[in-house]
């Protein structure tokens, strides 16, 4: 179910932007994960160093549910200083994975155009609200999927424990996959509308997410845990 959280959340906190880089820099069929970590232990160690503390007690910190400008106030560092160290360091990764043939011109414009908006966004954006949307967001997402298949929650989440991917049960199930496509959609672009209106989404970034939102949830759909 993480592909619902990548859907409707607009980004990650420090673990995100890692993220980010790391699966644009993925060529073909690498394990975008296993990249991921790859990342995000640089840009922590970044803003350890920044901060002038252990990576752990950073990372200690963040999962005490304070943000980096929280962190980076209480160390008596500036906050401005710790976003121009993270975003050089993106900086960086994206010119290399460009000069390595791994990053295309055009994906790595896009990556550094978006790039000041994502730090300034993981700087000020306290971990545990980010969780506690993304398990929202998850759980909304799972709750449709469950009523359109006809069953509950708990059932539809041990099918898809047992390696089942969302078409498999609706399959055993006899409903339709286009079906189950379109509710997702439907729920998603409702949930997007109503940030948009309550003016915690741009609307031009909404907009990219609803035209993204087809290929995620097709993803979404046919895969499964194995």
Do not use: W
Request: hydrophobic share 50%; aromatic share 0%; no cysteine.
């Amino acid at each position: 179910m993480r592909r619902i959280t990548s859907v409707l959340l607009v980004l990650g906190l420090l673990v995100g932007v890692g993220a980010a880089v790391a699966v644009a820099k993925a060529p073909g069929k690498a394990k975008p994960r296993a990249a991921a970590k790859v990342q995000q232990r640089g840009l922590l160690l970044v803003a350890a160093a920044y901060l002038d503390v252990t990576p752990v007690a950073l990372r200690g910190e963040l999962l005490a549910g304070k943000s980096l400008a929280q962190v980076a106030t209480a160390k008596g560092k500036s906050v401005e200083g710790l976003e121009s160290a993270l975003l050089s360091a993106i900086r960086s990764r994206v010119a290399a994975a460009k000069t390595a043939g791994k990053l295309d011109a055009a994906r790595a414009d896009r990556l550094l155009q978006r790039a000041p908006q994502l730090v300034e966004r993981i700087v000020n954006a306290p971990p545990r609200a980010r969780t506690a949307r993304a398990k929202a967001a998850r759980g909304g997402l799972l709750k449709i999927a469950a009523t359109y298949l006809g069953v509950t929650n708990a059932q539809l989440v041990t099918e898809l424990r047992a390696g089942k991917s969302l078409a498999q049960v609706a399959t055993a199930k006899g409903k339709s996959v286009d079906g189950l496509k379109q509710a997702l959609l439907a729920a998603l672009k409702q949930k997007v509308d109503a940030a948009v209106a309550a003016g915690r989404l741009p609307a031009a970034r909404a907009q990219r997410l609803l035209e993204r939102a087809p290929a995620h949830i097709e993803r979404l759909v046919n895969r499964s845990r194995r």
